[in-house]
């Protein structure tokens, strides 16, 4: 019986510790994130509600329409796209943003031109960890 009752504190307890550190791991990652945004995105975007810079704010992001910031002046291929800014398909959209809205390459008799496209031109993170942290962070905007 008191093996039994044991048992009981010593589960709750593991349950209790496998709780906080779930959520520290969040923190963690939202930190993470943090970080990797003012690296890499605050040159171009800001998350305050209206405020444009190179790119569209990125307040509320999470869960948007792409290319509905009413005041910023979007490329046709971003204003086109019809697509919801969802955990997943930010993390792949800044793995690779010209992968995911590509232009369309045409071969001239001297160069290759590109036309269309995203015109966000950042390379997109390597590590999905970092575009995940980088979403979390924007999710707690
Ligand atoms: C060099 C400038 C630049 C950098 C760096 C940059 N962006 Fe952008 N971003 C843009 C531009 C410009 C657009 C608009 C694209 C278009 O209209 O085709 C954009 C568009 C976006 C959109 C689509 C918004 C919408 O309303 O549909 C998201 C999301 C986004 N950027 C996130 C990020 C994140 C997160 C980072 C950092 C990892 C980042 N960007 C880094 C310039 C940048």
Avoid at 48 to 76: A, D, F, Q
Avoid at 79 to 108: K, N, Y
Avoid at 119 to 126: P, Q
Wanted: charged letters at 15%; proline letters at 3%.
């Amino acid at each position: 019986m008191s093996c039994l009752k044991n048992t009981a504190i010593y589960l709750g307890i593991v349950s209790s510790f496998v709780t906080a550190s779930a959520l520290s791991a969040t923190n963690d990652k939202v930190a993470m994130g943090a970080r990797l945004y003012n690296e890499r995105c605050t040159y171009c975007h800001s998350t305050k509600e209206g405020v444009n810079k190179i790119g569209p704010t990125l307040n509320k992001v999470v869960g948007r329409h792409s290319g509905s910031v009413s005041n910023y002046s979007y490329s046709s291929s971003t204003r086109s796209l019809d697509l919801t800014w969802t955990d997943e398909v930010l993390a792949r959209f800044i793995s690779g943003p010209q992968a995911m809205i590509p232009c369309h390459q045409i071969a001239t008799k001297t160069m290759v031109i590109c036309p269309g496209g995203t015109k966000m031109t950042f390379s997109g993170f390597r590590q999905k960890a970092n575009a995940e942290a980088v979403v979390e962070y924007l999710k707690a905007q």
